[in-house]
């Protein structure tokens, strides 16, 4: 069973307005998570991350929110861009060895 | 600098065949690892080393070996090919499991 969850395989906003994806997890030892974005043909690259002792964290545009208590992250991106079309998967670890990812969400921001 | 290097980037295997994924990396980073991705199921690890000569079992290790014989490279070996195990495979390194890892650009598997 997966312990990281995308419930929203895809996702389409107009550009210039906010993207919020949104990732859920089950297992309450995890205490480091990431959001990672691909393209096609690419490896994924890393985009923000977020430790548990925080509720939040930005970076630009992007900006990673954790709810603990409802085991429940999301990333917000404002404003959208089109170059911003991408896949997006988060990940989670409750050791800095294994990670778990989400089966991912396909944004795509319209011109 | 060429970050995180996968050779093949394409290979069609028969069932029972073996080969080896390739792995290298110039970052001289400890953390290595393997995962596949597999249409609605994400990313999900294989193997992972914290170190040369360290290895440990990922989420899904069975039918892969691997071996970490130098910092730069982790192979990953498919011992005998199964069609299950047609993915897209990503290596990814980092300089330790606390810092955000670097993948390379993977590697289809297609095993008729």
């Known amino acids: 069973d997966q312990q990281v969850k995308q419930n929203s395989p895809s996702l389409s906003v107009q550009e210039g307005r906010i993207s919020i994806l949104n990732c859920d997890y089950t297992?309450?030892?995890?205490?480091?998570f990431l959001w990672y974005k691909k393209y096609p043909a690419e490896g994924p690259t890393f985009l923000i991350s977020?430790?548990?002792?925080?509720d939040k964290n930005e970076d630009g545009r992007f900006t990673v929110f954790l709810n603990k208590s409802a085991k429940h992250l999301s990333l917000h991106i404002v404003p959208s861009q089109p170059g911003d079309s991408a896949v997006y998967f988060c990940?989670?670890?409750?050791?800095?060895?294994?990670?778990?990812f989400g089966s991912g969400t396909k944004l795509n921001v319209k011109p | 600098n060429a970050g995180v290097t996968q050779t093949p980037k394409f290979q069609v295997l028969k069932t029972g065949q073996s080969m080896t994924l390739q792995c290298a990396q110039d970052?001289?980073?400890?953390?290595m690892s393997w995962y596949r991705q597999d249409p609605g199921m994400g990313l999900r690890l294989i193997h992972y080393?914290?170190?040369?000569?360290?290895?440990d079992q990922g989420e899904v290790p069975n039918g892969y070996n691997v071996s970490r014989s130098t910092t730069e490279d982790f192979p990953l070996r498919l011992l005998s090919a199964a069609p299950s195990q047609t993915s897209v495979y990503f290596c990814?390194?980092?300089?330790?499991?606390?810092?955000?890892?670097?993948f390379g650009d993977g590697t289809r598997l297609s095993i008729l």
């Open positions: 990814a390194s980092s300089r330790s499991g606390t810092q955000p890892q670097h």
């Open positions: 297992n309450s030892m995890f205490d480091y």
């Open positions: 977020i430790s548990s002792i925080k």
């Open positions: 990940a989670a670890s409750d050791n800095f060895n294994k990670f778990y």
């Open positions: 970052m001289n980073h400890e953390y």
């Open positions: 080393s914290v170190g040369a000569g360290i290895t």
